[in-house]
């Protein structure tokens, strides 16, 4: 070992690693640059309806990334732990590291960073993940690391979750992950039709659906939820230290914009009943007093709906049959000779 500088020889060494999950810096991007396209045409609407429009666009955007988001976020279980422990098979060194855990829908993600990060004359900074989403392996994708020769810490924590552990964990999570990832997928769908409602004179069922958005993420939570609490937790020991997990941001976020979309959709449903005309106000379509509204799709097409009366409407000028026979008989007794009458 003296003459390869104290390193391992035959290892793989850390791949590099990235701040944040790309998938989902990647939903981030695509929706600040929907939002940013948004501000810019903000100055050309005028008077109150620039505010009411922009918290309608800032609101309904958070909720399609948040959903997004979260159905590929490995943070919905987390746990972190700082311990001493052994770095690699065949070898006594130890090293003093903080190891992490975060469980998603799809699969898990395990971080191991050294206290320094150089120890033993190496840089220990590791982020690997497995995942058992459709069309992938988790058995394989353990072999290929174990193949690779990770560190002792990351091969422990990946092993608990392969099939064939006594913990369980993979069936557990596995279980949990497909019954959540269905129904935020349903709660986005559910949320895209909100969002065409809404630009339509149909606002009641944009809340119906915005309600709907709500309730299937909170049906999510609840699959997660249930899913992992079937079996006990299994004891996780790095070293000396016990890694412990607990529900993670994904998991609150969830509930936060589960909650928010219930809110928003109740209070729809209720200004619907209760104060329609400030409803329409409020999504910037206009509204007489008169309540027989009929709407006129030349005045504002779908993304800006007008309503007029139909007292404003033209009214057809209809003319009883018998009044009009009746006219055309005198007009002959009278006047005999008149081609007109003839007609």
């Known amino acids: 070992m003296a003459a390869l500088g104290h390193t391992f020889p035959f290892y793989a060494g850390p791949k590099p690693t990235f701040p944040m ?3 989902s ?7 600040l640059t929907a939002l940013a396209t948004f501000i810019v045409i903000l100055p050309g609407i005028r008077g109150k309806t620039r505010l009411f429009w922009l918290l309608r666009v800032v609101t309904g955007l958070f909720i399609g990334a948040a959903i997004l988001a979260v159905n590929f976020s490995s943070e919905w279980s987390v746990g972190q732990v700082s311990t001493n422990t052994s770095y690699k098979a065949f070898s006594s060194a130890w090293i003093s590291a903080d190891i992490g855990l975060q469980v998603g829908l799809g699969g ?3 971080t191991l960073t050294g206290t320094p990060v150089q120890q033993l004359n190496e840089t220990i900074n590791y982020n690997e993940e497995f995942t058992w989403r459709l069309g992938e392996n ?9 193949e690779k020769g990770l560190p002792d810490p990351v091969l422990y924590l990946a092993e608990k979750f392969t099939p064939r552990s006594p913990c369980g964990l993979y069936r557990q ?3 949990a992950g497909h019954y959540a990832s269905a129904m935020l997928w349903v709660a986005f769908l559910c949320w895209l039709l909100a969002n065409v409602m809404l630009s339509m004179p149909v606002l009641v069922y944009g809340g119906y659906m915005l309600l709907a958005t709500g309730i299937f993420q909170l049906l999510a939570l609840l699959f997660f939820s249930m899913a992992t609490s079937l079996t006990p937790p299994c004891p996780l020991h790095l070293g000396a230290s016990v890694l412990h997990t607990h529900h993670g941001p994904a998991f609150w976020i969830t509930l936060t ?6 809110l928003l959709g109740l209070a729809m449903v209720v200004a619907h009943r209760m104060q329609p005309h400030r409803l329409k106000a409020f999504f910037n379509q206009s509204v007489d007093e008169d309540p027989m509204l009929e709407w006129s799709p030349e005045e504002g097409g779908l993304l800006s709906p007008r309503y007029r009366s139909v007292a404003d409407s033209p009214e057809p000028q209809d003319i009883p049959l018998s009044e009009a026979s009746s006219t055309k008989a005198y007009c002959k007794e009278a006047h005999p000779e ?3 009458c003839a007609l």
Do not use: S
Request: hydrophobic share 45%.
């Open 21 to 23: 999950d790309t998938t």
């Open 25 to 31: 810096a990647t939903i981030i991007m695509i929706f």
């Open 108 to 110: 898990v993600n395990i």
């Open 138 to 146: 988790y058995a394989e994708e353990y072999t290929k690391a174990m």
């Open 173 to 175: 999570y596995h279980l």
């Open 257 to 262: 914009t589960g909650l928010l979309c219930v």
């Open 338 to 340: 008149d081609p007109d």
